[in-house]
Nanobody
């Protein structure tokens, strides 16, 4: 069963922090790669961060040093810790997973690599 449920979004002032969570079904959590994407109003969806089931990570240049992706295997939960938030981080944030269970992680620049998606959680950063 495929299930991804995001939470933790909200409104915060610039410079603040938020932690997003994505609760996954066991099937979805055990895919080879999970990631976070975001889509601002009027813009295309963009990859933010990804984590392989072996725990290697990748980040978009725009969030390196500010965001951290992690997972809790005991809870089947994916996280995105976001620090030093900027107004340009305002977007709907989506949790996603690839369809395959072994192999390379999906390409963050190609959202089509990720087949399973949550419903999204809104993050709004004010200046």
């Amino acid at each position: 069963q495929v299930q991804l449920v995001e939470s933790g979004g909200g409104s915060v002032q610039g410079g603040g922090s938020l932690r997003l969570s994505c609760a996954a079904s066991e099937y979805t959590y055990n895919r080879a790669c999970m990631g976070w994407f975001r889509q601002a109003s009027g813009k295309e969806r963009e990859g933010v961060a990804a984590i392989h089931r072996a725990s290697s990570t990748s980040y978009a240049d725009s969030v390196k040093g500010r965001f951290t992706i992690s997972k809790d295997n005991a809870k089947n939960t994916l996280y995105l810790q976001m620090n030093s938030l900027k107004p340009e981080d305002t977007a709907m944030y989506y949790c996603a997973a690839v369809r395959w269970s072994y192999g390379a992680c999906g390409n963050l620049q190609r959202s089509s690599d990720f087949s399973y998606w949550g419903q999204g959680t809104q993050v709004t950063v004010s200046s």
